[in-house]
């Protein structure tokens, strides 16, 4: 079955460092989004991306947060200079609907912990 | 209370009782979804309601929706030992511009059933 992978699993840094969190959507599915959830809360939205440009974002995804679709395939969360409070799971997911017609194929997450 | 609460927030109960998590929303959507989350893992798409539906089914759970009252119940029968994880309800809002989805979550509600 299609599914959503992501790399890495677990990545430290050292705050103030880059961090690049990557995923591969399922290869049909045009609509992408990453989420995060900080260890006990909720899940968070950040960003979705259709079309080759952001939709929507948070007020969360700020000027240190970007997303590109370099290829056909990869789809990349890059943290410019991490904060201790960027430590979270960071889930991506896609959907090969329009809003309000289907559910998000979730990834396993990247859990990025910063020190 | 904030979009996407889940009541009660913990819940335990015997292998082959049924189950019944709540969740109460504030804003029109075009539908609910509810996802399980293993400890430390992705989310996982259970089942999706949309605005004009009142209840479905899938296999061993059914959800409800009462969108005058702006809540939905999940009910999993005959619960197993697997059944143990958090789950969470996520509403897909009706917003004015944008086709990608952002889905809100609530804080979900850990079952644990016992065997």
């Known amino acids: 079955e299609p599914e959503v992978t992501q790399t890495p699993s677990h990545q430290v840094t050292q705050m103030g460092q880059e961090v690049i969190l990557r995923c591969v959507p399922i290869s049909n599915h045009l609509y992408f989004y990453w989420y995060r959830q900080i260890l006990g809360q909720k899940v968070e939205f950040l960003v979705s991306f259709y079309n080759n440009e952001i939709s929507e974002k948070s007020e969360i995804f700020d000027d240190q947060f970007s997303v590109e679709r370099p290829d056909g395939s990869n789809f990349t969360l890059k943290i410019r200079s991490t904060k201790l409070e960027d430590s979270a799971m960071y889930f991506c997911?896609?959907?090969?609907?329009?809003?309000?017609?289907?559910?998000?194929?979730f990834g396993e997450g990247s859990r990025l912990t910063v020190l | 209370s904030q979009q996407g609460e889940e009541d009660p927030q913990a819940l335990s109960i015997q292998e082959g009782e049924n189950a019944t998590m709540n969740c109460s929303y504030k804003?029109?959507?075009?539908?609910l979804q509810w996802y399980r989350q293993n400890s430390g893992r992705g989310l996982v798409h259970l089942i999706l309601?949309?605005?004009?539906?009142r209840e479905k089914h899938s296999g061993r759970l059914r959800v409800t929706l009462d969108t005058s009252k702006k809540s939905s119940s999940l009910l999993i029968t005959a619960s197993r030992a697997a059944d143990t994880a958090s789950y969470f309800c996520a509403t897909d809002q009706v917003i004015s511009s944008g086709s990608a989805r952002q889905l809100t979550f609530g804080s979900g509600t850990q079952l644990t059933v016992l065997p």
């Open positions: 804003t029109s959507i075009n539908n």
């Open positions: 997911a896609s959907s090969n609907r329009d809003r309000g017609n289907g559910e998000l194929f």
């Open positions: 309601i949309r605005s004009n539906e």
